[in-house]
Nanobody, 124 residues
């Protein structure tokens, strides 16, 4: 069982930046793809970004390309999502996910393990 814990959310100003982190309890995540999703009240879970097991292949949702950057630190068993130029529409709960695979998945149903999420609120 892989446990994921997100952190780093909070209140940000429009145009500001935040970096959310996803730490794992697993001995290693080296064989797991990681991804970030977000969910706002009354909306579907939205794919943001994914990174493969090696950290060399990434893919992004259409709305996030250029503002969001996913990365991972294998030594720390942690994935990150750097978010820049934040907008009020970015307000949501941000969730990380992991799945034992060597490719990348963009659908939430393809990820087995999920964190509880961290709230990001962007205020003007």
């Amino acid at each position: 069982q892989v446990q994921l814990v997100e952190s780093g959310g909070g209140l940000a100003q429009v145009g500001g930046s935040l970096r959310v982190s996803c730490a794992s309890s697993a001995r290693t995540l080296s064989s797991y793809a990681m991804a970030w999703f977000r969910q706002a009240p009354g909306k579907d879970r939205q794919f943001l970004a994914a990174i493969d097991w090696s950290g060399t292949v990434t893919t992004y949702g259409n709305f996030e390309k250029g503002r969001f950057t996913i990365s991972r630190d294998m030594a720390k068993n942690t994935a990150y999502l750097q978010m820049n130029n934040l907008e009020p529409e970015d307000t949501a709960v941000y969730l990380c996910a992991a799945d034992y695979r060597f490719g990348i998945a963009t659908n939430a149903s393809e990820y087995e393990f999920w964190g509880q999420g961290t709230q990001v609120t962007v205020s003007s």
